[in-house]
């Protein structure tokens, strides 16, 4: 009987959140561990399908550098990153999209209808949603910068139902070409922010922004992030994760999350807990208090 009366208590704390996220979007970058685990893949697609039963509207981007990377090495094809992102040459492009649009991505829609959800895979190249150019100019090859996301057409397949799942290909403006590779992280920001998304939260393989005695950030804004990467505590992979949730919140996004993959139900953790699990990221006041302002609007 205690058991069973805990079970209740832990639906009814999560009420609250619930009501404050009905009818919500929340994009959710899925990556890292999370995406390779068998068992974690099942409680990421139950997670999901949860969200959608009780009335929120879950959007995935999702990654595949591991896979890409697996793949790369068994073709003798030499991988190479700067800054936490990928120079793609024309031969990687080829995997880069033969793995994400092909391998990952119908293996995550398939995954999600199978319990019970309406999911959609796209590309960023499907009716060009997400449009880009080369960054830096080239120097990172086929690797390139958003410079366009069609929000509206992601929004009239929510409307629909559908839990959109995309691929990080994005569109060139010329004819015959390869497409660009975006950084999973990168994509999932630009389209939390052309959707107007309440929330978006990245998996990956950490607890979420550690300092360097390994413990975790709770809260960081912008100034936090600028201290952090200056000193080094937020170096090499972590940089474009942290940079993308400081430009969603800055750019339409209520709030940004970084949480760990690894651990079972992260995301309802995150969602439908007052604690949550993470590293969640702000927009504080003028005089850097600390504010949380979702917090604040929430509560007038």
Do not use: W
């Amino acid at each position: 009987m205690q058991k069973k009366y805990q079970k209740v208590q832990v639906l009814l704390d999560a009420i609250p959140h619930i009501k404050k996220f009905y009818g919500k979007t929340i994009v959710i970058k899925y990556g890292g561990s999370a995406q390779t685990s068998p068992e974690l893949q099942e409680k990421f697609a139950e997670d999901i399908v949860l969200l959608k039963l009780v009335g929120m509207n879950p959007v995935i981007v999702h990654g595949g550098g591991a896979r890409i990377s697996e793949l790369l090495e068994k073709l003798g094809i030499e991988s190479k990153f700067v800054d936490g992102h990928r120079v793609t040459s024309e031969q990687t492009m080829r995997i880069v999209e033969m793995v994400l649009s092909g391998d990952i991505n119908k293996n995550i829609t398939s995954l999600l209808n199978y319990h019970g959800a309406k999911a959609i895979g796209i590309s960023g190249k499907d009716s060009s949603i997400i449009k880009a150019m080369p960054k830096e100019d080239g120097k990172f090859g086929y690797t390139g910068v958003v410079t366009e996301v069609n929000g509206q057409l992601i929004n009239n397949l929510v409307k629909e139902g559908f839990i959109p799942v995309i691929a990080p290909i994005a569109d060139s403006a010329k004819p015959n070409h390869p497409g660009f590779n975006i950084n999973a992280d990168v994509a999932a920001s630009k389209v939390a922010s052309a959707i107007n998304a309440q929330k978006v939260l990245f998996l990956t393989d950490t607890k979420g922004v550690l300092d360097k005695e390994g413990k975790l950030l709770n809260s960081l804004d912008k100034s936090d992030v600028n201290k952090y990467k200056k000193d080094g505590t937020i170096a090499g992979g972590m940089i474009p994760k942290v940079d993308s949730c400081i430009d969603a919140i800055y750019n339409g996004v209520n709030k940004a999350h970084i949480i760990d993959g690894r651990v079972e139900h992260s995301i309802l953790l995150e969602l439908f807990t007052s604690d949550g699990i993470g590293t969640q990221f702000v927009r504080k006041d003028g005089n850097n208090n600390g504010i949380d302002i979702e917090k604040l609007l929430n509560e007038i």
